[in-house]
């Protein structure tokens, strides 16, 4: 390299003209060394998505009624029985033998009533999500592969048993990209530790890294702990934007010289994202400004803890942090971004299931509630697309037939339910059904592929059009099956 073509390519430095090739190397030392780690770092291990319009070779199929996503994943597998599907007739059965050896029947120790004016059935449970049953579709005949935890969760998430694939979100942030390049278009808000199934439920796989999702642990109340090592302790601003300028130049050289490196430019777009986000996600993630008001809708006061019936569980403080969680999703996508996951755990009831579900309804209850409610009034839940559910459902007899109180229901991957809200879906709809007893849909069954190819739709795009190419074929999120449910399209 001459000094000559280190002047053409570098004609000023931080302390005037290079004009030797020593020069060139210390001044660039560090430069060079940022390229030789983000070389070593595979793509797939992005924590960052790129703020871009969308993929170029995408375009939309359908005029879009959803822009944004917010997923709220009830981890553990929630019954559907005790929540959104009332079975009468199970009641009656209680304690005796269920049809071809199913063990013995456990009905619903809760009441449901008809709420709203659609009159959809809503369990006691659901006091507050209930007076919203308005703006719901309530699909009842949901179906999943196999009722495992980590696989049903993996594959709610990615539509995929067995390899790894880009999840919903990745999909969604391929199709539409972000609406602010100062954040991650595809955001997943953890309640603490990692979900079954891991980071699988956030990847992006095979699509290009800046597609990843970025997993962000709520259980932190300080916001400057909230996302991890986002403020440089060693660099001030101005020192960090000169790094990431030569680097982007060196970039260029590269690309030019020899060939353009996909992974390579991903870290770099990987390091421009998390120098923006210093200020905009500080701001995103700071409660201080919103009202005493508001913190009270989303349940995040702590107050008037509820039991349904003496002995009965309370919100034992969970909804406050369930309020944080939904607060901030709609922070996020007031901002831009594209799809937000919210995790919310301790479904997996196989015993207590009373006590266990009192508790868990109330921590999600007033938040979900909230969150409907502000959107509404915002304007926001139009283009919102609101997702609530789990990986699969509950049994209608009881788990290692369990007595009393202590009754749970073990796994079933044959029917459960998911609720979804704005978006472009019908409210105070009802699709689809179980059977008598809950044991399994039977009325207009809805597959994880059918409830994955209606959410693209929503958001404009034919899932069978979707396309990215890798490893020689066409892959898409809905594999080989799925049909839209055109039904709960408003």
Excluded: C
């Excluded at 993929?55 to 917010?70: E, N, R, T, Y």
């Excluded at 030569?246 to 260029?252: A, E, K």
């Amino acid at each position: 390299m001459t000094s000559a073509y280190i002047r053409q390519h570098f004609p000023h430095m931080e302390n005037g003209i290079v004009s030797t090739r020593r020069q060139f190397l210390e001044k660039v030392g560090l430069g060079m060394g940022m390229l030789g780690l983000s070389s070593l770092l595979p793509a797939s291990r992005l924590t960052a998505a790129e703020a871009v319009t969308g993929s170029p070779d995408v375009q939309l199929h359908f005029p879009a009624k959803a822009k944004h996503v917010i997923q709220i994943f009830l981890n553990g597998a929630p019954s559907h029985i005790d929540t959104f599907d009332p079975k009468p007739e199970l009641s009656q059965l209680d304690g005796k033998s269920l049809p071809r050896g199913n063990g013995l029947a456990f009905g619903s120790p809760f009441k449901f009533s008809k709420m709203g004016k659609s009159g959809i059935e809503v369990s006691e449970v659901f006091p507050e999500l209930g007076k919203l049953v308005d703006d719901l579709t309530v699909i009842r005949s949901m179906y999943t592969d196999i009722p495992a935890h980590d696989v049903a969760t993996v594959f709610m998430n990615t539509g995929n048993l067995r390899l790894a694939r880009p999840s919903l979100g990745s999909w969604v942030l391929y199709g539409l990209g972000s609406g602010n390049k100062n954040l991650p278009g595809f955001i997943s808000l953890r309640d603490g530790g990692v979900p079954v199934g891991g980071t699988a439920n956030w990847q992006s796989a095979f699509l290009p890294g800046r597609y990843q999702g970025t997993s962000v642990n709520t259980a932190q109340q300080d916001v400057k702990r909230i996302i991890e090592n986002l403020r440089n302790q060693f660099l001030t601003v101005p020192d960090q934007r000169k790094q990431l300028d030569l680097v982007q130049r060196l970039n260029q050289m590269h690309n030019k010289a020899l060939e353009r490196d996909s992974h390579l430019e991903a870290e770099i777009a990987s390091m421009e994202m998390a120098f923006r986000m210093q200020t905009e996600a500080t701001d995103a993630f700071d409660f201080t400004k919103e009202t005493a008001a508001m913190k009270t809708l989303y349940g995040m006061d702590g107050a008037n803890p509820r039991t349904i019936r003496p002995g009965g569980g309370k919100n034992r403080g969970d909804a406050a942090q369930m309020g944080r969680r939904l607060m901030l999703a709609r922070r996020l996508v007031e901002r831009g971004v594209r799809f937000v996951q919210v995790w919310a755990g301790g479904w997996d009831m196989h015993s207590d299931l009373q006590q266990n579900m009192e508790q868990r309804a109330a921590s999600v209850d007033k938040p979900i509630a909230g969150l409907l409610t502000d959107l509404k009034q915002r304007g926001l839940l139009d283009s919102t697309l609101v997702v609530v559910g789990g990986e699969f459902g509950r049994t209608p007899g009881r788990d290692r037939n369990g007595t009393g109180e202590t009754a749970g229901r073990d796994h079933n991957a044959r029917g459960f339910f998911s609720l979804l809200a704005g978006g472009g879906v019908k409210g105070g709809y009802i699709h689809g059904a179980t059977d008598d007893l809950g044991q399994a849909a039977t009325v207009d069954k809805v597959h994880v592929h059918d409830l994955h190819a209606t959410i693209l739709r929503l958001l404009g795009y034919d899932h069978t059009k979707l396309h990215y190419r890798y490893n020689g074929r066409e892959f898409r999120l809905t594999d080989v099956a799925g049909k839209v449910v055109e039904q709960i399209i408003a």
